[in-house]
């Protein structure tokens, strides 16, 4: 039993279960003071997503996008650089892959759908090269200056979508649907038969879902097997340990920046190509910080992040449903949601678990153990 | 409406008035994000704070029918949510950006899910009998023509924020405590070892940060508008994070900022009838503030390589003279 908790990621997983716990422990309590049916309300919130097929669809949908931001927050964050720039990114990278799968006049279907994820990915490359420059070399605080182009990318987003991509005479702000023919195809083959007809016919899960599971992989190798990642947990670890140590910060943390960028910026396209299917206003609404709470539950761990982004996916899916039948709003899930990163990440906490775990186990000890520092498991592998 | 029009109305006390109104609520806020940041922590939790404020002023204003005690209870209600970031960030050793971010968002859903509760309505308050905070009219300068419509008759919150721009200059550049808190934003460390209570001054950044940014909330609920609309703030608290860097961290410096931003907010409703895509002037303030973030961290890297250059000069004259 002893040598279970031992294992600090064992100890990491009791931590972040026992948060959720308690966060939804609390929505609870709120929802008994408040709802009129408070079990049919809970009920619904917790079981909703899995109640009907297209339920399940939709929170598929909406893990993937929250996947491919909390990855982008996770590597930059590993860095302990706190860029908040991921909305901006998705906002952008939506615009871009969406104008090329309406205005670029490429033949082949899958090459304009590749072209469109491609731009997105550039572009939330290019927009995170800018506030990683302005970190790494001019020293210039990362949270202003990527709100500040937060602020610019939605500014541009809502003129183009204006004053460009709205159909002429439209009387609203949108733009035209893709065109069936460039749309991604679902992620079921048809050679699948029924289980394709359903998937297609009641799901938007498309090939995103591929997308989504080979940047999972490629985003974990980049940080914990190649040397670029070990240099960015050097960073996050001690920043200054790692210059004397030889590692050129500048270029890791503008890097750092511009990789995140790309997973943030394909957030956008899987919003433009694989959910909306068209450009719409207000396409985002704080998805970019939706990331932070996936990649803090994840531990910034690139392996964890499906895990935490289908769990809060589960959570967000659920409220809507809570919503739709119930008298309860679904805001009360953006309460659970602070409540879970508060705890998560109150690195004050650690102690006290880790020494009762301890205690528990009948060693004297285990005072000892739990006074020495665990680096809220940020511990480099 | 043609360019010369645009001009005329932009040169007009009305549109004078419109900035100081514009501006309020972003002045308040960034005062409280100045001094958390010179105490060196960044309160990214500004926004959540407004909102909070702003939503319990409105209840309290309109359930007890009195101004004052809903100013009193949006000013604790911003105190409470500076303390929960300041338990968190200073106890508990959370990260004070993700703690900021989870207050945001707690704020966000928090009053939203309490208005519905309290008037099953998620968009506004306005079933809520809430009240306003006292216009004034100053005295002389109400009659003068220009002077009076431009800065006569605003909600007594527009002048308190010039009042507490130089309270705040006084108290950190000439009192003991507000020395202090500089010190320690500058270098913990440093001012740990000459005795200064470090945890106790970044408690008082934080709760001084809380106070500002509920007033800029009242301000938003009980004087700008007189109801409260979900996510009335907008962004607002982000803003007057920048406004921080863009007025280099300085209390004058910072109220200007925030009243470009306001006037360039006023200006994009001007635009309007114009041909031109009010995006494109709302954007202007931002690229600023990213131009006067550069600007800033060079010369603030020029300045310690000429102090480094002079420490050094200083370090072998003095050599030399003990070599003599």
Redesign the interface.
Same mark, same amino acid.
């Given at each position: 039993m002893r040598k279970i908790f031992a294992n600090a990621a064992v100890r990491e997983f009791i931590r972040i279960v026992l948060a959720v716990s308690i966060a939804l422990l609390l929505g609870l309590i709120v929802t008994l003071l408040?709802s009129e049916d408070p079990w049919g309300a809970y009920k619904a919130f917790l079981l909703g997503p899995l109640s009907k097929f297209n339920r399940f669809g939709d929170w598929i949908e909406e893990s993937i996008t929250l996947i491919f931001v909390g990855l982008s927050v996770a590597i930059v964050f590993k860095a302990k650089q706190?860029s908040l720039a991921a909305e901006g990114q998705l906002i952008l990278g939506a615009l871009v892959s969406g104008s090329v799968i309406l205005f670029v006049p490429i033949e082949s279907a899958f090459l304009r759908i590749t072209v469109a994820v491609l731009a997105a990915a550039a572009v939330g490359f290019i927009w995170g090269v800018i506030p990683g420059y302005?970190k790494a070399y001019?020293?210039?605080?990362e949270?202003?200056?990527t709100?500040?182009?937060n602020?610019?990318a939605l500014?541009?987003y809502?003129?183009f979508l204006?004053?460009h991509i709205k159909p002429e005479g439209a009387g609203y702000t949108a733009s035209d649907f893709l065109p069936k023919a460039y749309q991604v195809p679902s992620f079921m083959p048809k050679f699948a038969g029924n289980l394709y007809e359903m998937f297609s016919k009641q799901t938007n899960i498309t090939h995103f879902l591929y997308i989504m599971i080979a940047a999972c992989v490629i985003g974990w190798f980049l940080m914990y097997r190649t040397p670029f990642g070990y240099e960015l947990r050097m960073i996050g670890a001690n920043i200054k340990f790692a210059r004397y140590g030889g590692i050129n910060t500048k270029q890791v943390i503008v890097l750092a920046f511009a990789i995140s960028g790309i997973f943030a910026g394909l957030a956008g396209a899987h919003l433009a190509q694989g959910i909306h299917n068209k450009l719409i206003l207000n396409i985002s609404m704080g998805l970019g910080?939706e990331g932070?709470?996936v990649a803090?539950m994840a531990r910034n761990n690139p392996l964890f992040v499906p895990l935490s982004g289908l769990a809060y996916g589960y959570l967000r899916a659920g409220a809507d449903i809570m919503e739709r039948s119930s008298d309860m709003?679904r805001?009360?899930?953006?309460?659970v949601?602070?409540?879970i990163?508060?705890l998560v990440?109150?690195?004050?906490?650690l102690p006290v678990i880790q020494q009762r775990v301890n205690l528990n186990n009948g060693k004297g000890d285990g005072v000892g153990t739990a006074a020495v520092p665990e680096g809220?498991s940020d511990v480099i592998q | 409406m043609s360019f010369n029009n645009i001009l005329q109305s932009i040169f007009s006390a009305l549109f004078v008035a419109s900035v100081l109104r514009i501006s309020t609520p972003i002045i308040l806020p960034a005062l409280g994000g100045l001094v958390s940041d010179l105490s060196g922590a960044?309160n990214?939790a500004l926004e959540g704070t407004m909102l909070v404020a702003a939503f319990t002023g409105v209840v309290v204003s309109a359930y007890t029918e009195s101004v004052l005690l809903g100013v009193i209870a949006g000013i604790l209600s911003g105190l409470l949510v500076a303390a929960i970031l300041g338990v968190?960030h200073l106890?508990?050793?959370?990260?004070i950006?993700?703690?900021g971010?989870?207050?945001?968002?707690?704020a966000?859903? +928090?009053t939203? #899910?309490l208005l519905?509760?309290l008037t099953g309505d998620?968009g506004n308050s306005s079933s809520l009998a809430s009240g306003s905070m006292p216009f004034i009219d100053i005295p002389l300068i109400k009659d003068i023509p220009f002077l009076g419509t431009a800065f006569s008759g605003h909600n007594i919150l527009v002048y308190v924020s010039f009042l507490l721009t130089w309270l705040l200059a006084v108290f950190l550049y000439r009192t003991r405590l507000g020395v202090h808190l500089r010190a320690v934003g500058e270098n913990a460390e440093a001012a740990a070892s000459v005795g200064i209570n470090v945890l106790l001054v970044r408690w008082i950044a934080l709760l001084m940060s809380g106070f500002f940014a509920s007033l800029g909330g009242l301000n938003m609920s009980m004087a700008y508008l007189t109801l409260f609309q979900r996510d009335m703030t907008a +962004?607002r608290g #982000?803003i007057a994070?920048?406004a921080?860097?863009l007025g280099g961290r300085k209390p004058w410096g910072v109220l200007i900022a925030a009243i470009i931003f306001g006037a360039f907010d006023a200006l994009s409703n001007q635009l309007g009838s114009l041909d031109v895509?009010p995006?494109?002037v709302?954007?202007i303030p931002?690229?600023a503030?990213?131009v006067a973030?550069?600007v800033?961290?060079?010369r603030?890297?020029a300045v310690a390589l000429e102090r480094m250059r002079s420490f050094q000069e200083h370090e072998l004259t003095a050599q030399q003279a003990v070599g003599d």
């Amino acid at each position: 039993m002893r040598k279970i908790f031992a294992n600090a990621a064992v100890r990491e997983f009791i931590r972040i279960v026992l948060a959720v716990s308690i966060a939804l422990l609390l929505g609870l309590i709120v929802t008994l003071l408040v709802s009129e049916d408070p079990w049919g309300a809970y009920k619904a919130f917790l079981l909703g997503p899995l109640s009907k097929f297209n339920r399940f669809g939709d929170w598929i949908e909406e893990s993937i996008t929250l996947i491919f931001v909390g990855l982008s927050v996770a590597i930059v964050f590993k860095a302990k650089q706190f860029s908040l720039a991921a909305e901006g990114q998705l906002i952008l990278g939506a615009l871009v892959s969406g104008s090329v799968i309406l205005f670029v006049p490429i033949e082949s279907a899958f090459l304009r759908i590749t072209v469109a994820v491609l731009a997105a990915a550039a572009v939330g490359f290019i927009w995170g090269v800018i506030p990683g420059y302005l970190k790494a070399y001019l020293d210039a605080n990362e949270i202003v200056s990527t709100l500040m182009l937060n602020a610019i990318a939605l500014k541009m987003y809502d003129y183009f979508l204006t004053y460009h991509i709205k159909p002429e005479g439209a009387g609203y702000t949108a733009s035209d649907f893709l065109p069936k023919a460039y749309q991604v195809p679902s992620f079921m083959p048809k050679f699948a038969g029924n289980l394709y007809e359903m998937f297609s016919k009641q799901t938007n899960i498309t090939h995103f879902l591929y997308i989504m599971i080979a940047a999972c992989v490629i985003g974990w190798f980049l940080m914990y097997r190649t040397p670029f990642g070990y240099e960015l947990r050097m960073i996050g670890a001690n920043i200054k340990f790692a210059r004397y140590g030889g590692i050129n910060t500048k270029q890791v943390i503008v890097l750092a920046f511009a990789i995140s960028g790309i997973f943030a910026g394909l957030a956008g396209a899987h919003l433009a190509q694989g959910i909306h299917n068209k450009l719409i206003l207000n396409i985002s609404m704080g998805l970019g910080f939706e990331g932070i709470v996936v990649a803090t539950m994840a531990r910034n761990n690139p392996l964890f992040v499906p895990l935490s982004g289908l769990a809060y996916g589960y959570l967000r899916a659920g409220a809507d449903i809570m919503e739709r039948s119930s008298d309860m709003s679904r805001e009360m899930v953006l309460v659970v949601q602070a409540l879970i990163i508060l705890l998560v990440s109150a690195e004050g906490i650690l102690p006290v678990i880790q020494q009762r775990v301890n205690l528990n186990n009948g060693k004297g000890d285990g005072v000892g153990t739990a006074a020495v520092p665990e680096g809220g498991s940020d511990v480099i592998q | 409406m043609s360019f010369n029009n645009i001009l005329q109305s932009i040169f007009s006390a009305l549109f004078v008035a419109s900035v100081l109104r514009i501006s309020t609520p972003i002045i308040l806020p960034a005062l409280g994000g100045l001094v958390s940041d010179l105490s060196g922590a960044i309160n990214i939790a500004l926004e959540g704070t407004m909102l909070v404020a702003a939503f319990t002023g409105v209840v309290v204003s309109a359930y007890t029918e009195s101004v004052l005690l809903g100013v009193i209870a949006g000013i604790l209600s911003g105190l409470l949510v500076a303390a929960i970031l300041g338990v968190f960030h200073l106890h508990l050793k959370t990260d004070i950006i993700l703690a900021g971010i989870a207050i945001n968002i707690m704020a966000t859903g +928090g009053t939203i #899910f309490l208005l519905y509760v309290l008037t099953g309505d998620k968009g506004n308050s306005s079933s809520l009998a809430s009240g306003s905070m006292p216009f004034i009219d100053i005295p002389l300068i109400k009659d003068i023509p220009f002077l009076g419509t431009a800065f006569s008759g605003h909600n007594i919150l527009v002048y308190v924020s010039f009042l507490l721009t130089w309270l705040l200059a006084v108290f950190l550049y000439r009192t003991r405590l507000g020395v202090h808190l500089r010190a320690v934003g500058e270098n913990a460390e440093a001012a740990a070892s000459v005795g200064i209570n470090v945890l106790l001054v970044r408690w008082i950044a934080l709760l001084m940060s809380g106070f500002f940014a509920s007033l800029g909330g009242l301000n938003m609920s009980m004087a700008y508008l007189t109801l409260f609309q979900r996510d009335m703030t907008a +962004g607002r608290g #982000f803003i007057a994070l920048a406004a921080v860097y863009l007025g280099g961290r300085k209390p004058w410096g910072v109220l200007i900022a925030a009243i470009i931003f306001g006037a360039f907010d006023a200006l994009s409703n001007q635009l309007g009838s114009l041909d031109v895509a009010p995006q494109l002037v709302q954007v202007i303030p931002y690229v600023a503030t990213i131009v006067a973030l550069v600007v800033y961290n060079i010369r603030q890297k020029a300045v310690a390589l000429e102090r480094m250059r002079s420490f050094q000069e200083h370090e072998l004259t003095a050599q030399q003279a003990v070599g003599d």
